[in-house]
């Protein structure tokens, strides 16, 4: 997710395809992953208690989490695969006939499987060494754990076949491996010609490469990885092995451990109505002011995403509770998706952020730094937004509308109370020092459960085991992301382009001034391609040693690439977060699409603020 998800409907993509059942023998793979994730935050817990209740750490608990983490993010790829849940562009896909969209699919599937079949013997490879290193608590070997990359590749690869077979016929299939195989064959035939092209073999493979199979609507995660290995098989001498080991190390920080956990969480809101009851105490509060639902709906966005760390599931939240009122006062449908998707923008350095957790275990920046900035960043962005929503709004209906009385107000706010205190239980722990993310992040989903058993209804079994796969799933999509796209980064770094680009950058008249323009031109273009966990997984290890050297705080850095970052995500006519809100909203994006450049404007004036005053930042620090 990023991811989301950011991520309940970022998930299928950024075709927003509806969440699929998966196939009936991949029951037996969903209930597995299901009671890793459930073994995981129980095993956290544990690790927890054992610290702060009875100040006897448990040694064995963080090992024994990533043991499961990775066989979690592994299965929770296959099952994402089985359920078309991978991120994925099709906006230049869907301009293709119906038939050459399934040509185009097939091709594709056809890719992905070659990716996966090469690196199928490399990953069982990984897996006999590392049977050689013993665990340093556990005391067995890491071969338990590694055996997760060669079980979830070839399972992967089953599942695309198994796809292929369906949607193409005979002759389609036959079609697609002829082209191929052609192009496969010419690729090596073309082999020496490659070692005299240097560094415009990145060009061809990692840029041309990776767009033109982003374009053909591939997982992004697939496109990443077969940048890195087409680039390595044919212009290099070094051995598809090490992808795996990129691969293993981009999925396998402890840090990341809280990244399922936060996805459930927002499943838990979800599901509770907790995110609810807190649009419903700020519409009590401001929903008799001119301009007030529109104040309530960026309020609303800041305060839920402190809960769910997810943009999408803060939208889907947010926009049934308010969308009907402001249709009633005159805001037009297009006003309001624009007001929504630029509100989920700036709501994403409010903690618990994915993109931010992301991005501190990508860059080594301290997470308690970042969501500390986060929510002054945020606030910034909320008030830039909030003055133009006024002007907007100055023509609004205001007839019959009438200010909550305190009795109202005051039901309100004790419904939500508990609601509400989560986020900033979440910022308080992490940003000082008390707790890291993951452990917060396993508190937060045991405090979001027992509250919305005893005051908001509880869920299910049956529906929270659901909600288990779904997180898994969604998980797993993210993660086998940030593993290719390590891969693909590792091989920049090799090239020695890194170096180079970095000389290119310092040279620049401006110094650190203009080096921010160049990041923010970088980051808007990768989040509006890329959505956010692949661009900061592919560019952070390349423009951070930089800004360092300019002597650019990280933290500071941070906050202009994650908010540049996410106005391209909104940004049409290619940003996802711009057709997940239209989508949510039920306004076809034509209509939209005038309305939301005012809204981007005023998220670019907040941003320039952002980038020219580090105090802005790091005030809080």
């Not at 509806?18 to 544990?46: D, H, K, N, Y």
Request: charge should be neutral; include cysteine.
């Amino acid at each position: 997710m990023a991811m989301s998800s950011e991520i309940v409907d970022d998930l299928p993509a950024m075709e927003m395809q509806q969440v699929m059942p998966g196939s009936r023998w991949m029951r037996p793979v969903e209930v597995i992953c299901a009671s890793l994730l459930a073994f995981i935050i129980v095993i956290l817990l544990i690790g927890v208690a054992a610290r702060y209740l009875f100040s006897s750490p448990i040694i064995w608990v963080d090992e024994t989490a990533s043991f499961a983490f990775l066989w979690l993010a592994m299965l929770g790829a296959a099952i994402a695969i089985d359920r078309h849940e991978h991120l994925r562009l099709t906006v230049f896909l869907h301009l293709l006939g119906e038939r050459k969209q399934a040509f185009v699919a097939t091709v594709g599937l056809l890719l992905t499987a070659v990716f996966l079949g090469s690196l199928l013997y490399p990953a069982v490879d990984y897996a006999m060494e590392e049977s050689y290193v013993t665990s340093a608590s556990l005391l067995i070997p890491m071969s338990f754990r590694a055996s997760a990359l060669p079980v979830g590749l070839g399972l992967m690869l089953a599942i695309v076949i198994t796809h292929g077979v369906r949607i193409g016929s005979v002759r389609m299939l036959l079609a697609a491996a002829a082209l191929v195989g052609a192009v496969g064959g010419l690729l090596f035939a073309l082999e020496p010609a490659f070692s005299f092209l240097g560094n415009w073999n990145i060009v061809l493979f990692l840029v041309f490469g990776v767009g033109l199979l982003l374009a053909m609507g591939v997982p992004i995660a697939f496109c990443f990885g077969l940048g890195a290995l087409s680039f390595l098989t044919f212009t290099t001498s070094m051995p598809t092995f090490v992808i795996i080991g990129r691969m293993d190390e981009g999925m396998s920080s402890i840090i990341l451990l809280s990244v399922p956990i936060f996805v459930l969480l927002g499943c838990v809101l979800d599901a509770t109505g907790m995110g609810k009851a807190i649009v419903e105490v700020l519409a009590s509060l401001l929903g008799h002011v001119r301009a007030g639902m529109s104040y309530v709906l960026l309020g609303s966005m800041f305060l839920v995403s402190g809960i769910s760390g997810s943009k999408v599931s803060d939208m889907a939240t947010v926009a049934p509770a308010l969308f009907p009122e402001m249709k009633r006062r005159g805001h037009k449908p297009p006003e309001m998706i624009a007001l929504l998707a630029t509100g989920a923008a700036m709501a994403e350095t409010v903690p618990p952020s994915i993109v931010l957790i992301v991005l501190g275990s990508t860059a080594g920046v301290s997470i308690a730094g970042l969501f500390t900035s986060g929510f002054a960043i945020a606030m910034v962005l909320l008030l830039v937004l909030a003055v133009l929503a006024r002007w907007k709004s100055r023509h609004e209906s205001m007839e019959g509308v009438r200010r909550a009385s305190l009795k109202t107000v005051w039901k309100a706010v004790v419904i939500a109370a508990p609601a509400l205190l989560l986020p900033f239980l979440i910022r308080s722990a992490v940003g000082g020092g008390v707790a890291t993310a993951t452990e917060v992040s396993t508190i937060a989903v045991l405090y979001a459960l027992i509250i919305g058993a005893t005051l908001y209804g509880g869920i299910s079994l049956k529906r929270l085991y659901g909600m288990l796969v779904e997180t898994a799933a969604l998980s797993g999509a993210i993660l086998i992301i940030l593993g290719c796209a390590s891969a693909m980064a590792w091989t920049l770094t090799q090239t020695g382009f890194a170096f180079k680009l970095a000389q290119a950058v310092t040279d620049l008249p401006g110094g650190w001034l203009t080096f921010m323009g160049v990041t923010v031109l970088i980051f808007m273009v990768l989040g509006c391609v890329l959505e956010g966990l692949p661009a900061i997984v592919l560019m952070a290890p390349i423009m951070f040693p930089i800004a360092k050297t300019l002597g650019i705080n990280d933290v500071h850095y941070s906050m202009v690439v994650v908010t540049a970052m996410n106005v391209g995500l909104i940004a049409p006519p290619i940003g996802i977060g711009f057709y997940i809100a239209c989508k949510i909203g039920g306004v076809p994006p034509d209509d939209a699409m005038k309305a939301i450049w005012p809204y981007i404007g005023a998220l670019l004036i907040g941003l320039a603020l952002i980038a020219v005053f580090p105090l802005l930042s790091t005030a809080l620090l």
